[in-house]
């Protein structure tokens, strides 16, 4: 069994930054594909960003390419998500998943899911 767990969100400025954070407990996390998705108040589940098998493929949403920017440290088991120039359009609950795992980044390869942890970006 697979356990995820998010770290790191919390309310920021425009302009600001922000890492997030997701340990795994359980299988390691460069065995499958993982992603960071987010889901803002009232709308959809989105594929924010992903990383393949052996870290050699990415895949960003267009709204955050330039800015986002997804990474693993396999020695920790932790998956993370960097965040720079955060606009309020970012604002949403982040979570973090793992699975087969698309070139697309689609929510539905993704068996495994962490909890989620809240990103507020406001003035």
């Known amino acids: 069994q697979l356990r995820l767990a998010e770290s790191g969100g919390g309310s920021v400025q425009p302009g600001g930054s922000l890492r997030l954070s997701c340990a795994s407990d359980g299988l390691a996390l460069d065995s499958l594909g993982n992603g960071w998705f987010r889901q803002a108040p009232g709308g959809d589940r989105e594929g924010v960003a992903c990383?393949?098998?052996?870290?050699?493929?990415?895949y960003y949403a267009p709204s955050v390419k330039g800015r986002f920017t997804i990474s693993r440290d396999n020695a920790k088991n932790t998956l993370y998500l960097q965040m720079n120039a955060l606009e309020p359009g970012d604002t949403g609950y982040y979570y973090c998943a793992a699975g087969v795992g698309t070139p697309q980044c689609d929510a539905w390869a993704m068996p495994y899911w962490g909890e989620g942890t809240l990103v507020t970006v406001s003035s």
């Open positions: 990383i393949g098998l052996n870290s050699n493929s990415t």
